[in-house]
């Protein structure tokens, strides 16, 4: 089932938090916000396109899937107390960009 209407507002409210990145300082609160930005827009996309799952959305690659999966993962860890380092970000950062990029201009 499409619905448009709710996609347009998780891309706008996706688009607000991306916007606003720069503000957060602390590791978890950026993997929190991160995580939540590809969350809204892959659920964008699938209420855009009718697709039932991640798995089916070609435009990924599997190493982007990956790193939407150590994102989860993270955020999981997160949700339990556990405070993510910088150590984990850094050198996923750039890629995480390029995912949100890559979603906006696809959606």
Not at 5 to 25: C, F, G, N, Q, V
Not at 67 to 79: H, V
Not at 89 to 100: C, G, H, M, T, V
């Amino acid at each position: 089932m499409k619905d448009e209407p709710k996609a347009k507002a998780l891309i706008h409210l996706a688009r607000k938090r991306y916007l606003s990145m720069d503000e957060l300082k602390e590791p978890y609160r950026q993997v929190e916000e991160y995580y939540r930005i590809i969350h809204d827009l892959l659920s964008a996309f699938m209420l855009k396109t009718g697709e039932p799952s991640i798995k089916n959305i070609k435009i990924l690659t599997p190493s982007e899937i990956n790193i939407i999966k150590e994102l989860k993962a993270e955020q999981n860890k997160i949700s339990s107390g556990e405070i993510t380092t910088k150590e984990f970000l850094e050198p996923r950062k750039s890629i995480i960009n390029w995912i949100i990029e890559k979603l906006l201009n696809t959606i």
